[in-house]
């Protein structure tokens, strides 16, 4: 949920946390970096193109946990249909 991406602490490690009810989805937790640089959430999909697992960025949080399942969801429909997203 919303809540729950809002109140997620960046550890001194980059978290990889997968969705639960979308396929695909998953939010990328980057720490606070030397020079200053805040936290960040980042909604990405991943999945297999041509046989090889892609990521693609989605959104950063702000950017709502159903935006991005939305976003996700049209993705995968779109490899499975046979499309290449990056074309």
């Known amino acids: 949920t919303d809540t729950y991406v809002r109140t997620l602490q ?16 998953m939010l990328l937790v980057q720490p606070a970096r030397v020079d200053g640089k805040p936290s960040t959430k980042t909604f990405v999909w ?13 959104g950063v949080f702000p950017m709502k946990v159903t935006d991005a399942r939305r976003e996700a969801q049209k993705l995968t ?11």
Do not use: F, W
């Open 46 to 58: 991943r999945g297999r193109i041509n046989g090889k697992v892609t990521k693609i960025k989605l």
């Open 77 to 87: 429909n779109k490899v499975r249909a046979g499309d290449n997203p990056h074309e």
């Open 10 to 25: 960046a550890t001194n490690r980059r978290q990889e946390i997968n969705d639960m009810t979308t396929a695909g989805l």
